[in-house]
């Protein structure tokens, strides 16, 4: 079982649409949780932090429940821009950050 | 500041042949790292740096070499290319502030390798 689980999508929406992802995670002891954005054949960028009691960023809101050990990333009015993969990424401190990336999520927003 | 760069951008080896990718950044960051990015596989540890003189393995080291003699520079060599590095490879850093949970991790734009 991968310690990061994500659906691969494609999720397909309209512009305009609300769209949410879900991540999984094995590790009780992981303590920080991140969204970040890849774009095709690019390098990944941090799309936001999750923190234990949600937090929002404009049209993005990201969530996190220790107890069920899930992360989720809400997108309200969906631009063609967002087209994307969304990574779900844990990680544990042990002296460094060590990440720990979901295969990501990927969504198509069309006109 | 240019941020995170790598060289080359894309680069074909044959089996057996070694080379350096090269990872530069320019924002003082402590920590640096290396990943790979495989289809399905999502992207994985190399190696890692907390400090100049400071290198660590991560979850898939065999095969590669890592040294850290300045806090600018973070190379990766690959001793004998084998078609299962064949990958996309991301150099990253980031800034240990009073060891907080949330530092964000700057990627650099990867280099793309086929080994033959």
């Known amino acids: 079982r991968k310690e990061v689980e994500q659906d691969p999508g494609p999720f397909n929406v309209p512009e305009g649409a609300t769209v949410a992802f879900n991540c999984t995670y094995s590790?009780?002891?992981?303590?920080?949780f991140f969204w970040y954005r890849q774009d095709c054949r690019k390098e990944p960028k941090l799309l936001m932090s999750?923190?234990?009691s949600g937090n929002e960023d404009g049209r993005f809101t990201a969530q996190l429940n220790r107890a069920s050990q899930y992360i989720s990333l809400l997108i309200r009015d969906s631009k063609l821009s967002d087209s994307a993969t969304y990574l779900c990424?844990?990680?544990?401190?042990?002296?460094?950050?060590?990440?720990?990336f979901g295969t990501g999520t990927r969504l198509l927003v069309s006109p | 500041n240019a941020g995170v760069t790598q060289t080359p951008k894309f680069q074909v080896l044959k089996t057996g042949q070694s080379m350096t990718l090269q990872c530069a950044q320019d924002?003082?960051?402590?920590?640096m790292s290396w990943y790979r990015q495989d289809p399905g596989m999502g992207l994985r540890l190399i190696h890692y740096?907390?400090?100049?003189?400071?290198?660590d393995q991560g979850e898939v080291p065999n095969g590669y070499n890592v040294s850290r003699s300045t806090t600018e520079d973070f190379p990766l060599r690959l001793l004998s290319a084998a078609p299962s590095q064949t990958s996309v490879y991301f150099c990253?850093?980031?800034?240990?502030?009073?060891?907080?949970?949330?530092?964000?991790?700057?990627f650099g734009p990867g280099t793309r390798l086929l080994v033959l």
């Open positions: 990424v844990v990680s544990r401190r042990t002296g460094f950050q060590k990440l720990v």
């Open positions: 999750v923190y234990s």
């Open positions: 740096s907390v400090g100049a003189g400071i290198t």
């Open positions: 990253a850093s980031s800034y240990s502030r009073d060891r907080s949970l949330e530092e964000t991790q700057y």
């Open positions: 924002m003082n960051h402590e920590y």
């Open positions: 590790n009780s002891a992981s303590q920080s």
